[in-house]
């Protein structure tokens, strides 16, 4: 007589069954993804450091693309080899991700600073400015996508739509300069341009060890004065680059709201008499918040894009400012440096947003 021994089968409705499933499959776990979305993060840099280092030297060496012309032929190749860009492309490159790697990312052109200082100096100004035009999309577009949800085809729910197109589609130069125009020339309410006015400005740098964000500084002064004046010039350039991200969240919130209204268990509470208002704030509003956390590395990357003519416009002197100047003078050193420091924020800020999201929505994981 033979025997044979079997394993137990699991039962379909057991709720370790998928768990084990993906135990066996390797995948699933949370551990195991956020390896994968931290690992992606050296490529994406390495690419578009690459991207960058090659197309600026599409035109030539740094030093002609900025001095030639200003300087004799015997001066302009003397510099030239002195900054080694005499030297094969392939050589230069790999002496440029070393130099990276080391946290150098060499020195301006136009004004012989290093680029490190460059950045420590100005991305706080871009920090700051990206930290409240988020806040201005989170105020804007979160309240007014739940509201066109709950007016659903209705005049609110068209004339918000309508509004959120406008928000990202209206050039966000073209949006400060309007905003300038009404609330700084019109109205008189609003300062025009700069962080911070002249005697705000010298009292923050008397600070030892100043940080560069003009909110943090103007707190350390202790003077309330200060702190209102760099308020009031941060509203403008706020609300000219938070509108710009706004259209978007309102449009997504919307949507999502939508479809979570329309689900069994909302429906559900729906037929026990539960009022609509409740079920918008009670069952539909933190589901559709997934996909905003979601989409926010892609919209920092937005805000940075929009960055660069927000500060030009307000003259807020942060890496946009920077950029779009080096540009002007063709300080191509410099531009590789902040685009490389633009490229580091980006990927970093979407794997945070890729840990906070498989957190609160384990779908995300598989």
Same mark, same amino acid.
């Given at each position: 007589?033979?025997?044979t021994?079997?394993?137990?089968?699991?039962? =379909?409705?057991?709720?370790?069954?998928?768990a @084990? &499933?993906?135990?066996?499959?390797?995948?699933?776990?949370? +551990?195991?993804?956020?390896?994968?979305?931290?690992?992606?993060?050296?490529?994406?840099i390495?690419?578009?450091?690459?991207?960058?280092?090659?197309?600026?030297?599409?035109?030539?060496?740094?030093?002609?693309?900025?001095l030639? +012309?200003?300087?004799?032929?015997?001066?302009?190749?003397?510099?030239?080899?002195? %900054?080694?860009?005499?030297?094969?492309?392939?050589?230069?490159?790999?002496?440029?991700?070393g130099?990276?790697?080391?946290?150098?990312?060499?020195?301006t052109?136009?004004? &012989?600073?290093?680029?490190?200082?460059?950045? $420590?100096?100005?991305? =706080?100004?871009?920090?700051?400015?990206?930290?409240?035009?988020?806040?201005?999309?989170?105020?804007?577009?979160?309240?007014?996508?739940?509201? =066109?949800?709950?007016?659903?085809?209705?005049?609110?729910?068209?004339?918000?739509r309508?509004? @959120?197109?406008?928000?990202?589609?209206?050039?966000?130069?073209f %949006? +400060?300069?309007?905003?300038?125009?009404?609330?700084?020339?019109?109205?008189?309410?609003?300062?025009?341009?700069?962080r911070?006015?002249?005697?705000?400005?010298?009292?923050?740098?008397?600070?030892?060890?100043?940080?560069?964000?003009?909110?943090?500084?103007?707190?350390?002064?202790?003077?309330?004065?200060?702190?209102?004046?760099?308020?009031?010039?941060?509203?403008?350039? @706020?609300?000219?680059l938070?509108?710009?991200?706004?259209?978007?969240?309102?449009?997504?919130?919307?949507?999502?709201?939508?479809?979570?209204l329309?689900?069994?268990?909302?429906?559900?509470?729906?037929?026990?008499?539960?009022?609509?208002?409740?079920?918008?704030?009670?069952?539909?509003?933190?589901? %559709?918040?997934?996909?905003?956390?979601?989409?926010?590395?892609?919209?920092?990357?937005?805000?940075?894009?929009? %960055?660069?003519?927000?500060?030009?416009?307000?003259e807020? $002197?942060?890496?946009?400012?920077q950029?779009?100047?080096?540009?002007? @003078?063709?300080?191509?050193?410099?531009v590789?440096?902040?685009?490389?420091?633009?490229?580091?924020?980006?990927?970093?800020?979407?794997?945070?947003?890729?840990?906070?999201?498989?957190?609160?929505?384990?779908r995300?994981?598989?």
């Amino acid at each position: 007589m033979t025997t044979t021994t079997t394993e137990p089968a699991t039962e =379909a409705g057991d709720p370790a069954a998928p768990a @084990a &499933r993906r135990k066996r499959g390797g995948g699933g776990g949370l +551990g195991g993804y956020l390896l994968v979305r931290f690992l992606l993060i050296f490529p994406t840099i390495f690419i578009l450091v690459t991207t960058v280092f090659f197309l600026m030297r599409s035109t030539g060496d740094p030093i002609t693309a900025a001095l030639g +012309g200003r300087l004799p032929a015997d001066q302009l190749a003397q510099r030239i080899s002195e %900054a080694g860009y005499d030297r094969p492309l392939l050589s230069q490159y790999w002496d440029y991700l070393g130099g990276i790697l080391r946290g150098d990312f060499g020195t301006t052109i136009s004004d &012989r600073t290093p680029v490190t200082d460059v950045l $420590k100096t100005f991305g =706080a100004a871009t920090l700051e400015l990206s930290v409240y035009a988020l806040i201005v999309a989170f105020i804007v577009g979160i309240p007014l996508g739940m509201v =066109a949800a709950y007016f659903r085809d209705r005049t609110p729910d068209a004339l918000l739509r309508v509004f @959120a197109i406008l928000c990202y589609a209206t050039p966000v130069f073209f %949006a +400060g300069l309007l905003l300038k125009l009404v609330f700084s020339v019109w109205l008189d309410w609003l300062p025009v341009a700069g962080r911070a006015s002249t005697g705000a400005e010298i009292q923050m740098q008397r600070l030892d060890s100043p940080t560069n964000i003009a909110i943090i500084d103007a707190l350390r002064t202790g003077d309330g004065e200060v702190v209102g004046d760099v308020l009031q010039h941060a509203v403008l350039p @706020a609300i000219a680059l938070g509108l710009l991200t706004a259209g978007v969240f309102l449009r997504l919130v919307r949507t999502n709201v939508i479809g979570t209204l329309g689900t069994g268990y909302v429906e559900a509470a729906r037929s026990r008499g539960v009022s609509e208002s409740r079920l918008l704030r009670k069952h539909a509003y933190r589901p %559709a918040l997934i996909p905003i956390i979601t989409v926010i590395g892609l919209q920092i990357a937005l805000l940075l894009v929009g %960055a660069v003519l927000t500060e030009t416009t307000f003259e807020w $002197k942060g890496l946009g400012f920077q950029l779009a100047e080096y540009l002007q @003078a063709r300080d191509f050193v410099a531009v590789q440096g902040i685009v490389a420091l633009l490229a580091v924020i980006v990927a970093v800020t979407n794997f945070i947003v890729d840990v906070i999201a498989a957190l609160i929505d384990p779908r995300v994981r598989y």
